[in-house]
């Protein structure tokens, strides 16, 4: 059974940082791609990042480059995503989902493959 579980959101000031985690069970084949996406109140949802768990290739969305980083450890099934500068149009709740799509990661479809969704952890950026 393939589970999801988001860890690290919280309260943070403009310009700080946060690290979220992903813990990733039940994935059976290596080649699966892990992504973060994000919905704030009265927005779309949004890709934010996505890693390739074999090649570890990723991707960022244009308004997280430069700031956020996304990682994988794959011995403990975790994927991180280290967001630094921090701004309060980073609000939203933050999710991981995973699947074997092809590409795992397609920046064009970000949602494509995606198959398994984690509950999500919230993030607050005050201003």
């Known amino acids: 059974q393939v589970q999801l579980v988001e860890s690290g959101g919280g309260l943070v000031h403009s310009g700080g940082s946060l690290r979220l985690s992903c813990v990733a069970s039940?994935?059976?084949?290596?080649?699966?791609?892990i992504g973060w996406f994000r919905q704030a109140p009265g927005k779309s949802d949004e890709g934010v990042s996505c890693?390739?768990?074999?090649?570890?290739?990723?991707y960022y969305a244009d308004s997280v480059k430069g700031r956020f980083t996304i990682s994988r450890d794959n011995a403990k099934n975790t994927v991180y995503l280290q967001m630094n500068s921090l701004e309060p149009e980073d609000t939203a709740n933050y999710y991981c989902?995973?699947?074997?799509?092809?590409?795992?990661?397609?920046?064009?479809?970000?949602?494509?493959?995606?198959?398994?969704w984690g509950k999500g952890t919230l993030v607050t950026v005050s201003s």
């Open positions: 989902a995973g699947g074997w799509g092809d590409p795992p990661c397609d920046p064009s479809r970000p949602t494509k493959g995606m198959e398994y």
């Open positions: 039940g994935f059976s084949k290596a080649y699966y791609g």
């Open positions: 890693i390739n768990m074999r090649d570890g290739s990723t």
